[in-house]
């Protein structure tokens, strides 16, 4: 199972850290993801950590801005957002699959995750 959560309304310029529970599974066995999909767009990979070495992948749009972490002892990822911009605005969803993909096949959307989160919105507005 995967619960995101940490969503809201912020201005530009704010920040908003989002948290993803994975259960079932200790975190060294998984390849996490946070995607996004702002109405309208496709689906985008934001930022790819592995459960396991911890080694990272963020999409140019995000690089410097977001960071990608993880607590092993919580078996919980997190996304701290900077510098939030309104074209951040989407649903960020949490998707999760078993070790032995490269962070950067799961972020750009080369396999489908195996678990999903039910997403949590991110609004970014004046």
């Known amino acids: 199972q995967v619960v995101e959560s940490g969503g809201g309304l912020v201005h530009p310029g704010g920040s908003l850290r989002l948290s993803c529970v994975i259960s079932?599974?200790?975190?060294?066995?998984?390849?996490i993801g946070w995607f996004r999909q702002a109405p309208g767009k496709a689906r985008e990979g934001v930022s790819c950590?592995?459960?396991?070495?911890?080694?990272?992948y963020e999409a140019g749009s995000v690089k410097g801005r977001f960071t990608i972490s993880r607590d092993p002892a919580k078996n919980t990822v997190y996304l701290q957002m900077n510098s939030l911009k309104p074209d951040d605005t989407a649903v960020y969803y949490c998707?999760?699959?078993?070790?032995?993909?490269?962070?950067?096949?799961?972020?750009?959307?080369?396999?489908?995750?195996?678990?999903w989160g039910r997403g949590t919105q991110v609004t970014v507005s004046s």
């Open positions: 998707g999760a699959v078993l070790r032995g993909t490269h962070v950067s096949s799961l972020c750009g959307q080369r396999l489908e995750p195996s678990h």
């Open positions: 079932g599974l200790q975190l060294e066995y998984w390849v």
């Open positions: 950590i592995s459960g396991d070495d911890g080694s990272r």
